[in-house]
T-cell receptor
Framework: TQLLEQSPQFLSIQEGENLTVYCNSS?????LQWYRQEPGEGPVLLVT?????EVKKLKRLTFQFGDARKDSSLHITAAQPGDTGLYLC????????FGAGTTVTVRA | DTGVSQDPRHKITKRGQNVTFRCDPI?????LYWYRQTLGQGPEFLTY????????KSRLLSDRFSAERPKGSFSTLEIQRTEQGDSAMYLC????????????FGPGTRLTVL
């Protein structure tokens, strides 16, 4: 099983601040996915990164895949209360391995 | 395209009862996956299908669990003789052919075993 570690476990910030969430592994992944999950709902796909060093932007969210394809980060600029949720990274092909997630709370 | 759907959304049952959950994938997706998620953890892989064939099962899937996808469309996950430890969110996902890494999840079924 390829293990993914996410940090921090919890993050609480004020609206308008920036935040970064990390996803690390000792294994190489062919691709990594980032999901956001709200309480009582399934994970919603945000992005898939496939190339080492790749940077993808989705509005105020910036995703980076490490050069060695072992780590990834998610940066949110000017966070809004609507960004509140559990952020999960996952990788591993058909048998996805997930990190435990980072719970992000954005206070108005 | 309405996305992946799951039914029921919530199920409360007594220990020892059998329960069955249904998943309808995105229509053009031929791969379907089941995961289980407990509080404070990310989802854990249970099993997956390509069309009607069940290709892999996790060791988490004990003998009390069975999954089917008889016509290669919807799938069911049955748990027999439920135990309190089975309480979790059961998630279904599907993916395009040849794109197994990008899976789209349904809203999940929350199971509570009393």
């Amino acid at each position: 099983t390829q293990l993914l570690e996410q940090s921090p476990q919890f993050l609480s910030i004020q609206e308008g601040e920036n935040l970064t969430v990390y996803c690390n592994s000792s294994s190489v992944f062919s691709s990594l996915q980032w999901y956001r999950q709200e309480p009582g709902e399934g994970p919603v796909l945000l992005v898939t990164v496939v190339t080492g060093g790749e940077v993808k932007k989705l509005k105020r969210l910036t995703f980076q895949f490490g050069d060695a394809r072992k780590d990834s980060s998610l940066h949110i600029t000017a966070a809004q209360p609507g960004d509140t949720g559990l952020y999960l990274c996952a990788g591993g092909g058909h048998k996805l391995s997930f990190g435990a997630g980072t719970t992000v709370t954005v206070r108005a | 395209d309405t996305g992946v759907s799951q039914d029921p959304r919530h199920k409360i049952t007594k220990r020892g009862q059998n329960v069955t959950f249904r998943c309808d994938p995105i229509s053009e997706h031929n791969r379907l996956y089941w995961y289980r998620q407990t509080l404070g953890q990310g989802p854990e892989f249970l099993t997956y299908f390509q069309n009607e064939a069940q290709l892999e099962k996790s060791r988490l899937l004990s003998d009390r669990f069975s999954a089917e996808r008889p016509k290669g469309s919807f799938s069911t996950l049955e748990i027999q003789r439920t135990e309190q430890g089975d309480s979790a969110m059961y998630l279904c996902a599907s993916s395009f052919p040849f794109s197994t890494d990008t899976q789209y999840f349904g809203p999940g079924t929350r199971l509570t075993v009393l």
